[in-house]
């Protein structure tokens, strides 16, 4: 379920490199050891801007993918929109006649705040990863395995991160040359990620990037925005 409000990053690459900018979550309450996944990724030239736009919309994930390990991509099988406190929970199972997975029975766990997958005796070992979405994309996932309750207690964090990534990696976050967190003061729902010519970061709202632009161009009709 949405909360209404429409969230924004605006990436301007001011660096040297064409590359992706990826965006992606940290910092779920699970009680399975899991990995995120490049959530939103987009390829930019030098000098260039692209934005990341989105609403704080959950879901239900499954993918195919064998043994969960950094640099697989995730491609989503099945997405089931969720909320988190009147259709919380789903179940995974496993049709082995068809060799087919799929979502089933999607209702209201006992304890609201929590997205719970539960995965009955049918799954098979190290074929499949079932996770959460946001937004129609997976941000994070764990192995499937049968018998086990897989549950989810979002605190979004945001990050991004420039490199070579696909949206569906599977990333190791201790790996990544220098991401930075992205947060949204209250009230505020767009903010800019700037890569410096040295690749570190500026994350600042947009509403301060666009003032100190306009107050720049009143003065120099060369400078850029960001």
């Known amino acids: 379920m949405a909360n209404g409000f429409q969230y924004t990053v605006i990436f301007k690459n001011n660096s040297q490199n064409p590359g992706s900018a990826s965006l992606y979550q940290q910092n779920p309450s699970f009680d399975n050891a899991g ?13 260039t801007s692209v934005s990341f736009q989105w609403q704080i919309e959950y879901g239900f994930v499954w993918s195919q993918t064998g043994v969960l390990t950094p640099g697989i991509v ?25 060799g087919a997975f799929t979502f089933a029975n999607q209702t209201k766990a006992s304890q609201p705040g929590s997205l719970n997958v539960v995965q009955d005796r049918t799954i098979p070992s190290n074929v499949a990863s079932v996770g959460i979405g946001m937004a129609g994309s997976a941000t994070y996932v764990v192995q499937a395995m049968a018998n086990v309750n897989a549950v989810f207690t979002p605190h979004p964090e945001y990050w991004i991160a420039f490199g070579n990534y696909v949206e ?27 890569l410096n010519p040295d690749l570190s970061w500026t994350i600042e709202q947009t509403q301060i990037v666009n003032e100190r632009y306009v107050a720049a161009r009143s003065l120099d009709k060369a400078v850029r925005w960001g």
């Open 35 to 47: 990995m995120p996944l490049a959530w939103m990724t987009k390829y930019a030239y030098p000098t």
């Open 168 to 194: 569906g990696e599977v990333i190791d976050v201790t790996t990544m040359n220098a991401p930075a967190q992205i947060q949204f003061p209250p009230n505020v729902y767009s903010m800019t990620a700037i």
């Open 74 to 98: 995730v491609a989503a099988s099945q997405y089931w929109p969720a909320d988190l406190t009147t259709s919380n929970q789903v179940t995974l199972t496993y049709d082995a006649q068809h």
